[in-house]
């Protein structure tokens, strides 16, 4: 009886993440291959691309970047549907990781008192540091 009562709460916890999930990843796939199809995923990749590569992203990693920026998991979901290295994901893994949610966030660093531009401004800094120096010390493409 325990078996079953712990199976059906963790089955129901489960259904209930990856319904969170879907929101936010069925979306972003949906803008990517749209993008993709339309020709603007390759217009977008192609006037990021010399900027991206010094932290070692192809241009379509700006698309991961900003879709990083409306939630984590958009940011996931973008580099899931993208035909990129581990190296690349774990560098576009930090940036997202430091600079999320951008917009959101600030409005919190305001309604806090802080000074949001310092705020912005370290957290972009932070990251672009931070995926240069990865791009430097992983192997790889």
């Not at 749209?34 to 390759?42: A, N």
């Not at 409306?70 to 290295?85: E, K, N, P, R």
């Amino acid at each position: 009886m325990v078996i079953k009562h712990a199976v059906l709460r963790g089955s129901k916890n489960t259904l209930k993440i990856v319904l969170n999930l879907v929101k936010f990843i069925v979306p972003a796939v949906f803008i990517l291959k749209v993008l993709e199809h339309s020709g603007w995923l390759f217009r977008i990749a192609a006037f990021f691309e010399p900027y991206m590569s010094y932290i070692g992203l192809p241009g379509e990693g700006a698309l991961i970047i900003i879709m990083g920026q409306v939630t984590l998991y958009s940011g996931i979901a973008a580099m899931a549907v993208m035909d990129i290295t581990v190296k690349q994901i774990t560098i576009a893994s930090t940036f997202i990781a430091i600079f999320h949610s951008i917009i959101l966030e600030t409005v919190v660093v305001i309604k806090a008192g802080g000074d949001w531009p310092i705020v912005v401004g370290f957290r972009f800094v932070a990251a672009i540091l931070a995926c240069f120096a990865l791009n430097l010390l992983i192997p790889g493409v």
